[in-house]
């Protein structure tokens, strides 16, 4: 509950929802922060633009990433490619950092993927490539899915997918730590295609405005809709589950 509060705080201070003297002097202390932190991110990305190489793999690679710290959906949108990819007589594979990987090597989401779909290869490694090539080189993958890769500038890719969250798009409008955004918003110029998620939960004229202003950030990118919908149901077997009557479902 602790833990809870303190985000909760922490949110309502980068929202500018909490008022005060603390709350405007924290805001002004987090704001130096993300400048120098903005400043070290263009040098970082200017260097991967105009010097460093990135390091290719011999299958194609679909990069899944955002902009923002926090669930804009990636993990369905993973598990989405690894379907179509699957229904093409491919062999995907899903690369992730490892992040809060449990004993088994997989973090929750990873697990989940491959009990959905044991057909595909999961890999988690800090070194993407080291991992794509292990996929690619000894379990025959022939596609590779690159989990929040957006800013894993070192490894190749053929397709730059960032996912947006139509409800909370740009992380108040800063890079870390005064906001959520994990780089400056001129990072979308390397995207090559938008999906705004949960647009059901944003209403019509909120998506239109924010596509709007995606569109003038990267003119020529496309922008697709998304929402999240329970599709079914799965029991500890792994197989399929009848979906109950209408009604509100719960969580515990």
């Known amino acids: ?14 929202s500018g929802e909490r008022r005060g003297l603390f709350a405007s002097s924290a ?12 400043g070290l991110l263009r040098v970082r990305n200017a260097w991967y ?10 299958v194609p690679v679909i990069s899944v990433g955002n902009l923002t710290v926090g669930g804009t959906g990636k993990t369905p949108m993973c598990g989405w490619l690894c379907r179509r990819l699957l229904d093409r007589g491919l062999k995907p594979a899903v690369l992730s950092r490892g992040y809060m990987a449990t004993q088994e090597g997989l973090a929750d989401e990873m697990l989940m993927l491959s009990r959905q779909f044991p057909q595909a290869i999961l890999v988690a490694h800090p070194d993407r490539y080291k991992a794509g090539c292990m996929a690619t080189e000894h379990y025959g993958a022939e596609a590779v ?3 929040d890769g957006f800013q894993h500038r070192r490894m190749g890719r053929d397709l730059d ?12 409008g800063h890079v870390l730590p005064r906001g959520l955004l994990r780089e400056p918003l001129r990072g979308l110029a390397r995207a090559n295609a938008v999906v705004l998620t ?4 944003a209403g019509a004229e909120r998506v239109a405005g924010l596509a709007r202003d995606i569109q003038r950030l990267h003119p020529e990118v496309p922008v697709v809709r998304a929402v999240h919908r329970p599709c079914g149901f799965t029991g500890l077997d792994g197989g399929p589950v009848p979906m109950p009557p209408a009604g509100r479902i719960g969580c515990l």
């Open 1 to 14: 509950k602790r833990k809870m509060a303190e985000s909760t705080s922490y949110i309502e201070i980068l």
């Open 161 to 172: 997918l960032v996912l947006i969250d139509a409800t909370r798009p740009f992380g108040f």
């Open 27 to 38: 805001r002004g202390v987090l704001w130096a922060v993300s400048k120098a932190y903005g």
């Open 145 to 147: 899915i690159l989990d």
């Open 49 to 58: 633009d105009s010097v460093a190489l990135p390091m290719w793999l011999d």
């Open 198 to 201: 949960r647009c059901d939960h």
